[in-house]
């Protein structure tokens, strides 16, 4: 195995290792220096920095400070890269610490956050995940197990000032039109909190003031939560700035596509060991404005499927015209009903989907008014038999456990 | 094989068909009755009914009558079938008529429905596609062919008088909000062109007055245009009516997730081959709403992707907020971009993108402002090597041919 | 669909058809002629040309005169072949007669062919397949069904005269190693029942007194019996005379690896859908000296398998030395004692081995003494769970039926 | 990550290693306990214990002493296993060590073991293999690199005295008929080079004297070679004795079917973490004989294959009568010398589809006298494009490297 060019100490705070970084900007140093055909191996704490804990309570959940988030290893400088060029990426693999060998999924409260479901689970939750070798499963979810498909939720190049700016204006645009909606509408950049590498003094002042926030994915890749640019996927990321800068974080043990419960995949902390080259004035060559993907050789496959349709009528029977989000979000509660007849509780269910290899497709996307999503939910990770019959279904989950619940303190 | 329950005659207009219509409406009477268990064979129009001819010119997609379709066979009656039922429906196989070996795909006039990115290619465009067994390939789209992913674009069992008036209500709303945008936002009841099956007289006009477009998908099935939901899969729908009332059109030999052409996937005439039984009250016994399916286990495999991001900043720069339906909308206009660097015309590739079995991704929506879309591109259907690669793309298409046009009369 | 270039009769001896032939030599007329790039249809009799009836006896199958088998149809000349060119050929799809919706396996008696276990089942049996759109089930098997993975069991090009006379040479040398076996080592040539297509006269009966037999593959393809070698595959034959001559024939709907039951796999009469082109030279230029090709991307998936391994030690206890041939039929034989455990009597395993998609792989073959061979069972073709657990296994089959057995005349 | 419940320290002798044996013998003493239920990582030497290094001379493959192989750490006692319970193992994970990043493959000297193609390759010969996360590339085969499909080449049960004596007698039968041969047909016992674990003493030389070889697979598993047996599959092993006594090693990263090259597949040193549990009287329950197993849910997927067909007449023509290792043996020099057209060695193509995970098939074996096997070549693992076509292979392989060979001493 390649050694750890940039390590990490779970002990430790994040905000008190140079090599980690918190939000996007320009001025973060390069935290080390590869060649092209260099393979290395990045540490990465968890997104929030080790802020959730294995055990049975939500409230950490509840409580986290997302300002903080995520904690990103790196950035690190590709010699030769300039922008225009692609910078391609070979996730060789990615692993667990032996000192961690769980994750946790959740979902924040409405207050802080919410998740794709917050209208109906206002509340925070959590729901812990074993890891046993490649495969995992959780205490608080029984009669369910599945092999990872281990990727990292974030992943991607500084941007240039240039960028940086482009995205600031663009966000604080949306920003104003409902500033006090709870959710928010944007994560605006915030100095407090802000983790700038080796960045200090008033030039990291500066920079942290209107450094971007992390969550969103962005031309640069990013947040992308992409469940499927896992360990063996190659990766092509366009150049903003020299050196590149490619920083790493948020890995995640397993997500269903959308990573709807935002607390968000399994979440872990872990490894990931890359093989960086370049394309030469390659943005140009192949017309290329987001990073491009091929995926692994080597993903889980749980090819028996149960998909559930959702269009574009929402929970109050109103009518939208062509919006996928709330199609996918229908398919998804229709999946949540389905699987509480099993003996699931609807947060249980929430929790799995958010975690388990479920594949979410824009199906019909042209047949006005109606967008038609559909949510795959592999059968094979379950124990027993999902499918329908006509004898209806048998509650083979008992109910007695449910995911840890932390209701907004008053 | 099962002999045709239902025949149509390719030659004859589909008005002339008491077995075909193409309204939604409880009124209108059952064309065959099968019992629980029985398979048997539909025969049916391609979508338009015949308006779309194997040439050179893109003149009938822009003159298309879109209040004609779409021309549906049936309804079938399942004896014994009742509200609160599950309809299990096994598709046994589809296949193409001997005398039209060919399907086309195009993109209406924007001033005539559209299409996904109407904004961009505005004016009418066509490419046909010659079937040659399980494989299709297209005079107007070199480089590549594939096998067909054959499915039924439209398939569902008959709404009840209060669904159907909800249906109304909701979409009369949408539409008022904007009752002159074009494209529409909606397609309202038009009782011209509606054709009720045996429905005659004022019993005929009066349901006419009132049925249902067949455009959107809605909680019956109807037009979803799922690619997967193809011969072999097994599909579950609710039932509203006594009988169930199940009818199917709008074949497609094969289309990418979304359906982003509109008109269409690569659309049929041919036959399905169906069997059917019941679950009793099984919507009830599993929470069902919308219709569920399992995927068939024969199912061409491209399982080499190259797969596009897109993220929900629009083509101006606007953000938006976890809107998937515009990061699908970037993820297709990075495909189209990338396309064209080996040659393809814009409207080549968004032809290509409509037609071949590629996947669209809800990958994230959560994480705000953007949300995540993917666009998953085989490349095993093209004759030459799409990979990126230090060199650049080579032009292997040599741009001599190009989809017809038709631009759109003064 | 293009046309029947050669068709057949199913209500006509398949000796009235001048187009069929049911041995291999280079003098045998070519049937039709098309051109590198043609596609065309080739209507083919099952293997034994009507011997075998939908019904619940197997008597047909223990007195079947194995002398006929197996009717091609073709030769098919492609001009400009050359010896040593290659042939490309897209097996462009396959399909059944509406007349003839079902098939049949069976187990020859020992004395008249036998099959793989015939020391096991040493008495000519039946199964019936009936077919619904691309799935098959048998009322001789109950429990499971599948989709097809139709593919042609025989096809292949005209020996040259040097090529014939060196199987000839070689297959008789093996036929004197034991000349009263029974099953028979060798079918050697046989002219009264040779059917030469248009050769009439003395050259007929000259060379039916030399033409090769149809059994075993050989150089040329032939009777190869590979499962995946299906619809949508692309195969490169070498060419041997002057025109390819293609023939074509024994079309299978569904087959196990190894086709252990001998007849055979689910034996059908059908179409096939080719086309052709060459690759002058192309023998030398690749090194070819038998056929290579490659798989279909549409081919029926059922990727959950149990798998049993066997040991080259036979059922005695005597120890072979590296014997793929006894491992495997010692793999087979687990598997039937597994599934006999479950209520099926051994003979319904033994078939639904032979027609069910289960893989045969050469897991070790040097690890002395003992080669290791496993077959690969698909449990999702099964309508029970037939994994092992710790209840042990219920009898889900309850014994009321059973393959129909015809023991030999005294 | 569980804890090494055994341990191994690759810089000292497997023999100092009381956890580690080279024989099967049920007075073999326990090396460790675990429940039901319990998971635990063992750690392996490579089976050959480091007699061959990451060099570029094949000496060391030359001078191999096989009577060591294969250094197996175990056996582990399973609480409460009893003979007749079947042991179900989930191989949970399988990994390498920081240390050793690289693996070896390679044939042995026709005198000393041989190989499949031991007559066209008698010297020995050795490649190297690096490892790079997933992923392995040999700098002695260029062209070519792919994921590995890790799994044990060797792993079982304790064999009972009483199935240990039958083991002894069959192979010494076998070994009798021809007890001069180079290779030699059967391994017998052989005391000086026995690693009995623990066992010492008097008692130790008795067992060594009879102890079984552990070369060939039999009844409790053992070597099978299985690629697929790989990590994520769930093993049943028979029981034999009481503690059922599981042993592994002859850890692969990746192998063909068949392992033809016998210096094996690309055997390394690792990890392996295992979980077991019991059916109690499995072996009756469910009547087996051999291990069944299902396959892992993550394998390496490179599904676009290039299928080469064999038939059981050799290379000097003679006509063999259904022998699948002959029929293979054909495939596989077909595949060869198609391989060296594109500039290959004889000895990369043969070492490479020892090494990467190409299937081989059992195609038919009932069509008197010729078996049909297959040899499936997965084509995306080719940096190149390996398809045939008009113009003829290029030679993208230059000829400037190639594996070590070291021919016999004098």
Redesign the interface.
């Known amino acids: ?2 050694k750890s060019l940039l390590s990490i100490d779970l002990d430790r705070s994040p905000y008190e290792n140079e090599n980690v970084h918190n939000r996007w900007h320009p001025d973060i140093p390069m935290a080390a220096t590869v060649k092209p055909g260099d ?1 290395f191996i990045l540490e990465c704490y968890d997104w929030t920095g080790g802020q959730i804990g294995n055990n049975d309570s939500a409230e950490d959940v509840r409580d986290v400070d997302l300002t903080q988030v995520h904690f990103l290893t790196g950035p690190v400088e590709i010699e030769g890269a300039e922008p225009g060029d ?1 910078l ?1 990426v ?4 990615i692993g ?1 610490f ?1 000192q961690m ?1 769980w994750g946790f999924n959740g979902f924040f409260s409405r207050t802080n956050g919410g ?2 479901l917050t209208e109906h689970f206002p509340d925070a939750q959590k729901s812990i995940w074993d ?5 995992t499963s959780s205490r608080h979810i029984p009669g369910v197990s ?2 990872g498909l281990i990727h990292p939720g974030l992943i991607g190049t500084l941007p240039s000032k240039e960028l940086l700016d ?1 995205w600031n204006r ?2 604080l ?2 920003y104003k039109t409902d500033p006090d909606r709870v ?5 605006l950049p915030y100095a407090d909190t802000a983790h700038m590498g080796r960045l200090k003094g008033s030039e990291r002042d500066q920079a942290a003031a209107e450094a971007a926030r992390t ?5 640069h ?1 990013g ?6 640019l896992s ?2 996927s190659k990766v ?1 990321f366009p150049v903003y700035v020299k050196g590149a800068g490619l920083s790493v974080g948020d890995l995640h043990f397993s997500q269903g ?6 607390c ?1 995949a399994i979440e872990m902390a872990g490894w990931i ?1 890359l ?1 960086v080259d ?5 943005m140009e ?27 574009s ?1 929402d929970e109050q ?9 709330i199609a ?1 979000r ?2 998804v509660l ?1 999946a949540i ?2 699987l ?2 099993f003996g699931y509780s609807g947060a249980q269910a929430y929790s799995l989907l958010g975690c388990a290899p479920v ?16 949510l795959w939910l592999p059968t ?1 990770i379950f124990d027993f ?1 999902l ?4 004898d ?2 048998e509650k083979f989950i008992k109910g007695d456990v449910d995911l840890p619940i932390a209701p907004d303190k008053e």
């Open positions: 195995m390649a393979d692609l391609m070979d996730i060789l693999d667990t032996e060998q998740g794709f890891f046993k070798g490649m495969f599945f092999a482009e663009r966000e645009e949306l959710p928010t509408l944007v994560n969550v969103p994915p962005r031309e890749g947040n992308c939560d992409i469940k499927d360990r063996g092509y596509d959308g990573e709807i419960t935002f968000g060991h093989r370049l394309i030469k004035g390659g060559k192949y017309g290329i404005k987001n990073p491009i993907f091929r995926p692994s050789p080597l993903a889980p496959r749980y090819d028996n499927y149960l998909i559930f349709e959702g269009i009528v029977g109103e009518q939208h015209f062509l919006d996928v989000h996918y229908q398919a229709n009903e389905y509480t007849k594949q979410g497709h824009i199906s019909g996307v042209v047949d006005v008014p109606n967008a038609c999503a559909t094979d038999d499918l329908p019959n006509t209806g279904p």
